[in-house]
Antibody
Framework: QVQLVESGGGVVQPGGSLRLSCAAS???????LHWVRQAPGKGLEWVAV????????YNADSVKGRFTTSRDNSKNTLYLQMNNVRPEDTAVYYC??????????????WGQGTLVTVSS | DIQMTQSPSSLSASVGDRVTITCRAS??????LAWFQQKPGKAPKSLIY???NLQSGVPSRFSGSGSGTHFTLTISSLQPEDFATYYC?????????FGGGTQVEIK
């Protein structure tokens, strides 16, 4: 079955860096993938999408210039490099699969999430 | 950016009740609308895509309708496992945006 497993979360100081990973299994790693986050007690916020080959990436304005999404198709793994983090980046970060190869944005499977806390 | 407005933000209902949640988009999105269910401490689960298509394995008591700017999620007969928070999400254009959520509580 489709599985997405995030890792790499933790506590990081403001201005620091962190790299999240999302390991995929149970499906051909040819789908676009997204990052979505959820601040404690808040709603869902889309962060970024990467096409199946990594040639197209879109980011939310809130993370542009600070977060970088990439993927290693040989390892079936998605990454989110978070630089210059801010307290407002504190959230559970989910990876999610796009049901369509043209990264239409219909999210069908989600990982369990990894918590990032930005605090001094 | 397309704003998604859900109503109500919360509701109380009893097992067996019919429940309807509304989602409005700030501009037309055709049928590029999804619904998710989220339980505390868990990841969102996809229920409906393309406004009215049920994801595989989702009970038939869930249904979705609408197009353009007005959408609804209906639970025909609320079950104990349906108490959760529900989100709509548009994928008509980037950035993808979500509604604020509707918390369905036990009356």
């Amino acid at each position: 079955q489709v599985q997405l497993v995030e890792s790499g979360g933790g506590v990081v100081q403001p201005g620091g860096s962190l790299r999240l990973s999302c390991a995929a299994s149970g499906f051909a790693f040819t789908y676009p993938l997204h990052w979505v986050r959820q601040a404690p007690g808040k709603g869902l916020e889309w962060v970024a999408v990467i096409s199946f080959d990594g040639s197209n990436i879109y980011n939310a304005d809130s993370v542009k210039g600070r977060f970088t999404t990439s993927r290693d198709n040989s390892k079936n793994t998605l990454y989110l490099q978070m630089n210059n983090v801010r307290p407002e980046d504190t959230a559970v970060y989910y990876c999610a699969r796009d049901a369509y190869h043209d990264y239409r944005g219909a999210l069908d499977y989600w990982g369990q999430g990894t918590l990032v806390t930005v605090s001094s | 950016d397309i704003q998604m407005t859900q109503s109500p933000s919360s509701l109380s209902a009893s097992v067996g009740d019919r429940v309807t949640i509304t989602c409005r988009a700030s501009q037309g999105i055709s049928n590029f609308l999804a619904w998710f269910q989220q339980k505390p401490g868990k990841a969102p689960k996809s229920l409906i895509y393309a406004a009215s298509n049920l994801q595989s394995g989702v009970p038939s008591r869930f249904s979705g309708s609408g197009s353009g700017t007005h959408f609804t999620l209906t639970i025909s007969s609320l079950q104990p496992e349906d108490f959760a928070t529900y989100y709509c999400q548009q994928y008509g254009s980037y950035p993808l945006t979500f509604g604020g959520g509707t918390q369905v509580e036990i009356k």
